[in-house]
């Protein structure tokens, strides 16, 4: 039975790594290359329409941490979530007093919704494991 949790565990950790690097990948296409593909084909400046922020690497880092486990993941997956849950929160309240529905904001939105889920799934995991390890 230990083998079949350990088993489910770790495709759970494996499946929230890909979730980050789909993260990434979306993050650097709707950050990135829509824009810069856009302003081409429009004549405008090429960073008119850029959201510029690295946390395209950040997740990829967090991503690989996640699968092969060095010694800093659990306290790297707690801190990351937390700041980007706070963030999201943050700019979501931010945004919805004023929304502005362009193709770049709803694009963004879309985007931090998923962010967010998806870390707050990585911040309950990591909290539950380390509930599990002081039992």
Not at 27 to 46: E, H, N, Q, R
Not at 47 to 54: K, L, N, R
Not at 65 to 74: I, K, S
Request: a neutral charge.
């Amino acid at each position: 039975m230990e083998q079949r949790t350990q088993l489910a565990e770790s495709r759970w950790i494996i499946f929230l790594a890909h979730f980050l690097f789909i993260l990434a990948a979306w993050s650097v296409l709707i950050k990135y290359l829509f824009p810069i593909a856009y302003a081409l084909a429009y004549g405008k400046p090429v960073i008119e329409h850029i959201f510029w922020d690295f946390w395209p690497v950040a997740h990829v880092w967090l991503g690989w941490a996640l699968l092969y486990q060095p010694r800093y993941t659990r306290g790297l997956a707690i801190v990351m979530s937390v700041v980007e849950i706070i963030i999201i929160v943050s700019m979501f309240v931010w945004f919805l007093s004023d929304p502005d529905w362009t193709i770049w904001r709803t694009n963004w939105f879309i985007n931090k919704i998923f962010v967010l889920i998806c870390f707050m799934l990585i911040l309950g995991t990591y909290m539950r494991k380390g509930r599990e390890a002081d039992e």
